[in-house]
């Protein structure tokens, strides 16, 4: 297969980024809180138009994040494929010593400046544009797909949502089960281990075993 057919893609480096974007691409972001530690949270990345265009990430409601990018102006968002590292920066209140992650593939420094906030129910989203400051790739790995790593990460989404007024419970539920049978068939050990986290986390199964014996 000859190189022209291989660079055909929507994605987009933006510079000083350390990789490509495309859609919303899932990280896992660091801010410094007022403890001097590292909070470590989940945080979707919306691809700018174009390379000189800024990367923004949305945060909602009162979050550690929000608060730490307010107060400190940025923090420092990084890419991994360890399953486990998503699930607990989605649904975990995780702290860490160091900035950098030991399962991060590459990170990038970034000062995160508010430029839109709106209002959904009860909830404030603000918008924010992240720009480099710093960054680097620590392993570069061939690309594989899995269908149990991606079944992970859209099961921290629907876990997140569990109970949170708007979102349907039962819907939310019937998600964790599919996501959960694709990972018992598809998933690697680690991605197994990321749900059975996901499990602890939430006790989503007590919930839709009791929401079965109410039917």
Do not use: K
Request: with cysteine; net charge negative; proline share 6%.
């Amino acid at each position: 297969m000859s190189g022209s057919d291989t660079d055909h893609t929507d994605a987009v480096t933006p510079h000083g980024w350390p990789v490509a974007l495309r859609g919303v691409t899932e990280s896992v972001v660091t801010t410094l809180g007022p403890n001097d530690r590292w909070n470590v949270a989940a945080l979707g990345l919306h691809a700018p138009d174009g390379p000189d265009d800024p990367v923004t990430a949305r945060t909602y409601g009162r979050t550690r994040t929000w608060r730490n990018f307010a107060e400190r102006g940025g923090g420092v968002v990084q890419f991994t494929a360890d399953p486990r590292t998503f699930v607990d920066a989605a649904l975990t209140v995780r702290e860490a010593d160091d900035p950098v992650l030991p399962t991060a593939d590459a990170w990038v420094e970034v000062t995160a400046e508010e430029v839109g906030s709106e209002v959904e129910g009860d909830t404030a989203i603000r918008t924010w544009a992240l720009d480099p400051v710093e960054s680097a790739v620590v392993s570069e790995r061939v690309p594989t797909v899995n269908r149990g790593f991606g079944a992970v990460v859209d099961a921290t989404v629907a876990a997140s949502r569990l109970d949170v007024p708007g979102f349907d419970t039962a819907e939310l539920l019937d998600r964790l089960r599919y996501f959960a049978d694709v990972v018992e068939r598809c998933g690697g050990p680690a991605e197994r281990e990321a749900f059975a986290r996901i499990d602890e986390a939430t006790g989503w199964r007590e919930q839709a075993e009791a929401r079965a014996g109410e039917e």
